[in-house]
């Protein structure tokens, strides 16, 4: 068995083949723990509970900065990065840059918004995310005058590969006066990133914890870039106002605070910050650092797909990209498949727990799951596949 499986008891990760861990991990037994302690203070203290609550919510804040290698960074948190992507839309001069500029490849809570946004008369141009090395680059030659923002992921949600080079995509726009939106939530955990190191400064990134951070639902940031004080979002919570609270000779016009508070939302539930700060030690307690989970990952995917070419299935059936290296991929293994959804559902009958997006079978690993396991749930794919 895995040495860290025991510290998941209640997800049963040793009993149980959960290849689910870009969708949903386990999370670790202390962060029941923490929604006990939020209960409590709550309990406890009833509405004076919010100074504990801030707390949690800071710890969550310098957990994120551990994984974007940016000590400093300016974060406003959200249940969702939905709420926050809305925020910072809201933000833009649409009127006078009605141009958005995005790929084929973003999860669904951007492409939905997006679409509807141009159902309103947005212009939305959709960059193909094929071949991923020249991505950036053919999104910034698709920057023009007219274009309010860029927003990309930096690992595809279906296929798991790395978008590259999106520092050099970041100076064609800050050159530009274009806004970088940069989904991360795909990447956190499972790729390193460092937000000086490559050269996103000046982005706006988006991310959250319940993937590869094992934080649970409610627990996502976007982090702001410096110029971030020159916006006033349209989209904007009460939190954003506690200054102006007192003040009985209201302002004519809204006002906003200096850094992340510009783009705070209202009352959430804090419940999830006290799981997520945590999960947060438990990880710095287990060493589980970004260069240690990503050595993780890649032995794991490497491991999975020398299994699923053992099988030699039918490419028509089964296939993956073999041409690619394992380090131009994120924390899953992606196959194409004649049927993925079916065989997401023959797989779960037998006891192996995947995920499906579109043609995409998606198998993820975790940190707690062992070679075994990651053998038994290949071989089982196998006998599924070829019935």
């Known amino acids: 068995m895995n ?36 209960f409590d203070d709550a309990a406890r203290d009833v509405d004076a509970k919010w100074e504990a609550a801030f707390a949690k919510a800071e710890r969550v804040r310098d957990g994120f900065r551990g994984f974007l290698g940016e000590p400093e960074a300016r974060l406003a948190l959200a249940a969702s990065t939905h709420e926050l992507l809305v925020r910072l839309l809201s933000a833009l001069e649409l009127r006078k840059r009605p141009r958005l500029v995005t790929t084929t490849g ?40 007219r274009t309010s923002a860029v927003l990309v992921s930096k690992v595809l949600f279906e296929t798991s590969r790395i978008v590259p080079n999106l520092g050099e995509l970041a100076s064609v726009c800050a050159r530009r006066s274009v806004e970088l939106v940069v989904d991360a939530y795909h990447a956190l955990g ?19 914890g319940y993937k590869y951070l094992q934080l649970g639902e409610g627990n996502c940031f976007l982090r702001l870039p410096e110029h971030a004080d020159e916006f006033r979002p349209v989209v904007t919570g009460w939190f954003a106002g506690f200054t102006e609270l007192a003040d ?62 053992g099988l030699a299935l ?22 194409r498949c004649a049927d993925a959804d079916g065989l997401r559902r023959a797989l779960a009958m037998h006891g192996v727990h995947t995920d499906s997006r579109g043609p995409y079978l998606r198998l993820g690993p975790a940190p707690y799951l062992s070679e075994e396991q990651l053998d038994t749930a290949v071989a089982t794919l196998g006998r599924v596949a070829e019935r």
């Open 190 to 208: 499972a790729v390193p990133t460092s937000v000086p190191e490559e050269g996103l400064e000046t982005a706006w990134i988006l991310g959250g």
């Open 106 to 145: 973003e999860f669904h809570s951007a492409r939905r918004q997006l679409a509807r946004l141009a159902e309103e008369g947005v212009e939305l141009v959709k960059v193909p995310t094929e071949p991923v090395p020249t991505l950036a680059q053919r999104l910034a030659d698709a920057v023009d005058g």
């Open 248 to 309: 009985t000779a209201r302002a004519s016009r809204v006002d906003y605070p200096a850094g992340a508070d510009r783009f705070a939302g209202a009352t959430y539930d804090p419940a999830s910050h006290y799981r997520a700060a945590r999960v947060f030690d438990f990880f710095a307690e287990q060493g589980l650092t970004p260069a240690r989970l990503r050595e993780s990952y890649l032995r794991q995917n490497e491991r999975i797909a020398a299994g699923v070419d």
């Open 3 to 38: 040495g860290l499986a025991a510290h998941y008891s209640r997800f049963r990760v040793a009993d149980r083949l959960l290849l689910t861990g870009h969708s949903h991990q386990a999370w670790p037994d202390v962060a029941r723990q923490g929604l006990l302690e939020a």
């Open 314 to 335: 039918p490419q028509e059936v089964v296939a993956r990209e073999r041409d690619t290296p394992r380090t131009e991929f994120g924390g899953f293994t992606a196959l």
